[in-house]
């Protein structure tokens, strides 16, 4: 064994792969501890590669035995896989090799979960299953026969032939190993059929476990409408006879869009009124599509290298956002993506994590599935759209669907397409791919005789290996509204493009009130000059959603902000817009809940930050709880009235239901500040539905109430995985600043508590991180408690270890005690015998801040 350091990959050294691979035929042997793979494989030399060098990846296989064209040949050994000599033409490759998928706790490649085979290969998983080149620009059409005793036993594409103890599936579309997908165990299925716009007859199912077959027709809908709406609106068609999910309780992801298997963590599709709140349907109806898009932004056309990540998840995180605002409300969505993007990229841009939405460098690959990758890259497409308009927009997808077709392509290709149908020059906007961070727009404004100027200034902080940053385009939409609030000029585009910039509007009769960044048209912070009274205008009178939202958010935040480093009480100004906005029956539900909420601790302590004082978490979450309560006085003599307004008698999942309830909670959780849980506790006995049980029990523990709600919620759902998940997650999230730790660790004792299963570990643990006064608490024992977990939790999953030691990433921001207390952590984990490659990335580059 080598113990050198891990090796860091550049964008700059990508070359193409020596060999083509014609077909791939493989045969598993299933058995938990001893799985054969017996591979054969024709390659052919690739003419446009120079390096003929023979190399597949491979990791922890044993190799039994290997031939190139029927002769047995010994491979060479070498870092992450073998080599070996070939003939100068086409030739076939055959391996066998041993697995364990039962002692494969990692999670990726061929692993167990709850006694069912299944796999996991994005990125770099294949390479556990057998040898193989396991890079995403090698597509190759692949067969696979599968023997086991299992009842249900699936792979790719269409289903072949089948016998006693066999089954084979082929797949005709060539794909990159990272889609391989393989399924075995006692299932049962929700089937349902599709027919596409030229007539195929498509086979859907859902399968799940025994026991789950009734939380499937959700996801099937949602299944439905997403092929519908790909139809419609990119023109993109089913491509099998069959289209397969699969529910997995032990997931490291979300979902992964396997080609024609979609294997999903339960968590994500199983739905069913008793047991998911709106927030697990809505993300449900996302993730189905949102993997079901791939099909085409993926699977069809997928990533050259890694690099090129964004390429199909920013695009496909772009399209299921568009699908979930037509199934919903845009409006909405977009006020929950901006909330999301801002606690998760923005706080990753602000710190030691920042990297570019297309990174040129990586040690572990895993690292990079990131908001940046993901959000920041849909914000990109986002912004193109808006740029070049909707019509070229879809052509331009139309032309990239048929230039690229079945191969493996780069940004490049993508804005290429672009460029040809508009005939613009879109260097400068690449730009967005390639450099990280924030950038920051000031804005200020001059009025003269009828005319409006507004002057932009952009800049970008520095980032990790990135100190100059260059002006970058962006696009601003604007809308005027008069005095009388009337909207005088509606939204309008304007192209930044300088590094300082200013536009007018001219003709104006009196001096209006400028709408900036409506829709929130690009993902910048704005810095404006603005008073209560102004905001407060908006908030009445802008004609953007986004942007009414926007001033009632900037209202409480300056108020918190207020309170908490000038010990001011609350403003009445910005107490009286909320509740007029909250009383305002022409406004939908939804959107009066999202202005009702506030702002997190975790925002407030970057804003704080960022304005060069140092956060107090504890002083933070009082300040927090103190407006709550003013909040609750201000608007407690029209609790009762909305309250029943908005009573949903029959429990729909949909945009109305959803919001309504939405809203209900909101007050509930203010009422139950004053009456100490009655109607909190009355909702808690009569719910017949999740989003009422558990917003009703989240009410009383976030007044520190609720102790015997407590025990019955898990009385009542002690036998259900993913609503025990709930159970674990809101005794830490919603614990008082100073037990925030020690419920943590006493819920560590709890029987049905495994750090094997990443939806459990995440419950109590990203749940402590998202405690923000709780794990930051001044004693140190929830970094320390999470430090200890993490250790324990690299040796079984390192992926999920990595990923969770993002918790630390704002550490620069706090006192030199709480710095002290997490470097020393973060040396501790640092410090760990044979640390993964996953976890050693993660924290050097969080300790380099
Ligand atoms: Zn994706």
């Given at each position: 064994m080598k113990d050198a350091a891990p090796e860091t990959i550049y964008l700059k050294d990508y070359t193409p792969f020596g060999y083509q691979i014609e077909s791939v035929h493989l045969t598993f042997r299933l058995h938990p501890t001893a799985t054969r793979v017996i591979s054969k494989i024709a390659f052919a030399p690739n003419p446009e590669a120079t390096d003929k060098r023979f190399f597949l990846h491979g990791e922890e296989l044993s190799l039994i035995s290997a031939k190139i064209n029927g002769e047995a040949i010994t491979p060479r050994p070498v870092e992450g896989g073998l080599e070996a000599d070939v003939p100068e033409g086409p030739f076939v490759w055959e391996a066998e090799v041993e697995i364990s998928p039962e002692t494969n706790t990692a999670l990726e490649g061929l692993y167990m979960s709850s006694g069912m085979y299944c796999t996991q290969c994005e990125a770099e998983g294949f390479r556990k299953i057998t040898y193989y080149p396991d890079r995403p620009d090698v597509m190759a059409t692949f067969t696979v026969r599968i023997e086991g005793d299992q009842p249900v036993m699936l792979s790719n594409g269409n289903p072949l032939t089948s016998g006693e103890g066999f089954v084979e599936w082929h797949d005709p579309w060539p794909k990159p190993s990272y889609l391989f997908a393989l399924v075995a165990g006692n299932l049962v299925n929700h089937p349902d059929r599709f027919t596409t716009q030229s007539g195929r007859d498509v086979e859907l199912n859902i399968w799940v476990r025994p026991g789950d077959e009734g939380k499937c027709a959700f996801?099937?809908?949602?299944?439905?409408?997403?092929?519908?709406?790909?139809?419609?609106?990119?023109?993109?068609?089913?491509?099998?006879?069959?289209?397969?999910?699969?529910?997995?309780?032990?997931?490291?992801?979300?979902?992964?869009?396997?080609?024609?298997?979609?294997?999903?963590?339960?968590?994500?599709?199983?739905?069913?009124?008793?047991?998911?709140?709106?927030?697990?349907?809505?993300?449900?109806?996302?993730?189905?599509?949102?993997?079901?898009?791939h099909n085409w932004t993926g699977n069809r056309i997928t990533c050259r290298d890694w690099f090129q990540l964004c390429l199909k998840e920013g695009l496909t995180v772009y399209r299921d956002q568009m699908f979930s605002g037509d199934m919903r409300s845009h409006a909405v969505k977009r006020i929950e993506e901006v909330l999301q993007l801002r606690a998760r990229q923005f706080r990753e841009d602000n710190g030691p994590l920042a990297h570019p939405v297309r990174p040129e460098s990586f040690v572990e690959i895993n690292n990079f599935y990131t908001a940046t990758v993901y959000e920041k890259g849909a914000e990109i497409i986002g912004m193109l759209r808006r740029l070049v308009g909707d019509e070229a927009y879809r052509k331009g997808c139309d032309l990239y669907f048929e230039r690229h077709d079945g191969q493996a392509v780069t940004i490049e290709d993508w804005l290429k397409a672009f460029e040809d149908v508009t005939g613009r020059d879109l260097a400068q906007f690449k730009q967005w791919y390639s450099q990280a961070g924030t950038p920051r727009l000031k804005m200020s404004e001059a009025w003269n005789d009828g005319t409006l100027t507004l002057t932009f200034a952009q800049s970008t902080p520095p980032t990790p290996g990135q100190s100059e940053k260059k002006p970058q385009v962006i696009p601003i939409a604007v809308g005027l509204i008069g005095p009388n609030g009337d909207e005088v000029v509606p939204t309008t585009v304007l192209e930044m493009t300088e590094a300082e910039q200013s536009f007018t509007f001219e003709g104006l009769g009196a001096r209006p009130v400028a709408s900036v960044l409506r829709d929130f048209s690009a993902p910048v912070i704005l810095e404006r000059e603005m008073d209560d009274d102004t905001r407060a205008f908006l908030l009445a009178h802008d004609t953007d959603p986004f942007q009414k939202w926007e001033m009632g958010r900037m209202l409480t935040k300056d108020m918190l902000v207020a309170m908490i480093t000038a010990d001011v009480p609350p403003a009445e100004t910005a107490l009286d817009a909320i509740k007029t906005v909250l009383t305002d029956e022409s406004l939908d539900p939804a959107f009066r809940a999202l202005v009702l909420g506030l702002p997190s601790e975790d925002d407030l302590a970057q804003t704080i930050f960022d304005a060069g004082q140092t956060p107090d978490p504890a002083k933070i979450h009082a300040a927090r709880k103190s407006l709550r309560h003013a909040l609750a006085l201000h608007v407690s003599d029209v609790l009762p009235t909305l309250g029943r307004q908005l009573e949903t008698p029959v429990f729909v999942p949909d945009a109305d239901g959803s919001g309504k309830r939405a809203l209900r909670h909101a007050l509930l959780a203010l009422e139950t500040l004053l009456d100490d849980g009655k109607a909190a506790r009355a909702l808690f006995a009569r719910a017949d539905n999740m989003s009422d049980q558990s917003a009703s029990l989240q009410a009383l523990l976030a007044a520190g109430l609720g102790q015997d709600e407590i025990k019955a919620f898990e009385k009542q759902w002690k036998n259900d995985r993913l609503v025990m998940d709930k159970w674990f997650m809101m005794q830490v999230s919603f614990a008082a600043p100073d037990k925030a730790a020690s419920t943590a660790l006493a819920l560590t004792q709890h029987p049905d508590f495994t750090i094997k299963n990443p939806n459990r570990f995440r419950a109590v643990f990203g749940a402590l991180a998202g405690n923000h006064a709780g794990f930051h608490a001044a004693d140190g024992k929830a970094y320390q408690l999470l430090a200890n977990y993490l250790i324990e939790l690299d040796k079984i999953n390192p992926q999920t270890t990595a990923r969770m030691s993002g918790a630390f990433e704002t550490w620069k921001r706090y006192d030199a005690d709480r710095q002290g207390m997490i470097r020393s952590e973060l040396e501790r984990i640092l410090a760990t015998p044979e640390l993964s490659r996953d976890t050693t990335e993660m924290v050097t580059r969080i300790l380099s801040a």
């Open positions: 996801g099937m809908q949602a299944l439905k409408d997403a092929m519908a709406w790909d139809e419609k609106t990119y023109g993109r068609e089913y491509d099998l006879d069959i289209f397969n999910i699969v529910a997995v309780d032990d997931f490291n992801m979300g979902a992964m869009e396997n080609k024609g298997l979609n294997v999903f963590n339960s968590s994500c599709v199983l739905a069913s009124k008793e047991t998911s709140t709106d927030a697990n349907f809505e993300r449900i109806e996302g993730i189905i599509a949102h993997e079901y898009f």
